[in-house]
């Protein structure tokens, strides 16, 4: 298989080709060790960290959470699915956490803005 | 009327640091006004992480940035009256403000930080044809509305411009559960980052198309779709290549203005390739004594850079208001070949320290050189990879250089140059 990446480690944004036809990832025209690692990480466990807002039960407004880690790209809907059913009441403060396991990775939620 | 030493106008990421900064020096006397319920400004609806990673080294979301600053200014009992609206700015630096719960005060400052940060650029200033039908937010305001207030804007969207704020909306309404159906763009680059581009777009299969704009808004109660053309190399719209999509919703993220009225209204010259005021390396605007940094001064990328400008422009603010200095002379910077809109525009001969110079270029540039030069002769050049117009380039210049020069350009090319 042979993908596109589009480097974000500065604003050059090298284009770098992936190819694994011939078992293990080849990679060409990055420009530096950077992109190499950035393109080796994103095709072998690409992961993002989760931000979102969710509702309060007692509140009109909502709470900012992130997830305390990333987590892998694939599961990034799920895992919205998943906080997006939480049952969570105010009082809120930053770096509480509403969920130990996002998904069965073990990573967990925790907000990022208090409410009163 | 009361006096006090500094009064700062908005407490967002750049009032906080100047207030912060201006206490720290040891202003006592010092109030920071903020027209919104609480302090922390855009921030608070920024709530993807990406924030602070020069001066915290580590990502934090915007609200988590903005609690460090507002902890702060508690902890040094910095007073900040949120839900009052600063009127006016008098050029001999009388402050009108107005809130529910003290009426109108006027009062005489030492100094002032100009710190009211930036707007969007709304409908009304892109000349979009077609109806005006529900369902037109800029891309902030949909941010606020999802963020902060939990509503959706809609269901099926599309987003004209590829700004920062417009690609992470992208991905808060995907994630939220909503379709966004393309984002679109009139140049034939995307004013966003690279890591937005991929993170946003890419990661949830929405396509960009550059080189395009929107032709068409139909609707009558409520957005019912909208038409998209291919431009030309002048930007103007080519007849048969256009595509319809069906949405209920339009995000528009196409540049963001300095919020300049009651600058204006001081009497304080405007830089017309910024936006904001034309100001000196202590941040200091044409009014003696009216201070300005953040995003009413220039648009930033990275409120890291924020907070660093907004900290010098609030030691300054308390210096003026600690006693008069005599005009030693300036040094005038002069954007020059590809640049725009370099800050400061001035250097004070009697300020100290090296001078950061920021800008952006007008163009892509690769391999690119940074000159400063005085006439013939060369003051720095630096190498960088590539510029290219959505990023700010900030290059330090020393202070020694700077200031026994007359006037300075700043210039930037490309390898091929």
Aim: charged letters at 20%.
């Amino acid at each position: 298989m042979a993908r596109e990446l589009i480097c974000v480690c500065c604003p050059m944004g090298c284009r770098i080709s992936a190819d694994n036809s011939g078992g293990s990832w080849n990679f060409s025209g990055y420009t530096c060790k950077r992109g190499l690692e950035y393109a080796s990480q994103e095709v072998a466990h690409p992961s993002r960290v989760l931000t979102a807002s969710i509702p309060l039960s007692n509140r009109s407004v909502p709470v900012s959470v992130k997830s305390a880690s990333p987590l892998p790209k694939e599961l990034l809907i799920s895992a919205m699915r998943q906080i997006l059913s939480l049952k969570v009441e105010a009082p809120v403060s930053i770096g509480q956490v509403l969920l130990k396991d996002v998904c069965g990775t073990g990573i967990s939620l925790i907000a990022t803005s208090d409410v009163l | 009327m009361e006096r006090i030493d500094v009064l700062v106008v908005g407490a967002g990421p750049a009032g906080l640091a100047a207030a912060i900064a201006a206490r720290e020096a040891g202003c006592k006397s010092l109030r920071v006004i903020e027209r919104e319920e609480r302090a922390g400004g855009v921030l608070r609806q920024c709530i993807h992480n990406g924030f602070g990673l020069h001066r915290f080294g580590e990502e934090l979301t915007g609200p988590e940035y903005a609690a460090r600053d507002i902890r702060k200014a508690a902890e040094l009992g910095i007073e900040i009256d949120v839900s009052t609206t600063v009127l006016s700015v008098s050029n001999d630096r009388v402050v009108t403000v107005i809130s529910k719960s003290r009426g109108l005060e006027t009062i005489a400052c030492g100094a002032i930080v100009l710190a009211m940060g930036c707007r969007e650029r709304p409908r009304g200033a892109l000349s979009t044809p077609g109806t005006r039908p529900a369902g037109i937010y800029t891309a902030g305001n949909a941010q606020k509305m999802i963020n902060l207030m939990g509503l959706m804007p809609g269901k099926h969207a599309v987003i004209l411009g590829s700004g920062d704020i417009g690609l992470i909306m992208a991905r808060r309404l995907t994630l939220q559960g909503a379709k966004v159906l393309a984002c679109v763009e009139i140049m034939p680059y995307s004013g966003g980052l690279n890591r937005n581009i991929v993170q946003c777009l890419q990661d949830f299969d929405i396509p960009l198309y550059l080189s395009h704009t929107i032709t068409d808004i139909r609707g009558s109660e409520r957005l019912t779709g909208v038409t998209m053309s291919r431009v030309d190399e002048n930007r103007v719209p080519i007849k048969g290549t256009e595509t319809e999509f069906e949405c209920d919703t339009l995000l528009l993220s196409c540049g963001l203005i300095p919020e300049n009225e009651l600058t204006q209204r001081a009497g304080v010259e405007l830089d017309s390739a910024t936006g904001g005021a034309r100001v000196t390396d202590r941040l200091e605007t044409s009014v003696s004594g009216v201070f300005a940094c953040g995003n009413v001064l220039h648009v930033h990328d990275l409120v890291d850079y924020v907070s660093e400008e907004s900290a010098v422009a609030g030691r300054a603010a308390y210096e003026y208001a600690q006693g008069a200095r005599d005009f030693a002379g300036r040094v005038k910077v002069v954007s020059g070949n590809n640049v725009r809109g370099a800050v400061p525009q001035f250097i004070d001969k009697d300020s100290t320290g090296d001078v950061r110079i920021m800008f952006r270029v007008g163009k892509i540039l690769k391999r690119a050189r940074v000159l400063v030069t005085e006439g013939n002769n060369e003051l720095l050049s630096v190498r960088k990879p590539v510029l290219v117009p959505g990023e700010m380039v900030n290059i330090t210049l020393s202070g020694e250089k700077a200031r026994s020069a007359g006037e300075i350009t700043v210039s930037a090319f490309g390898g091929d140059e």
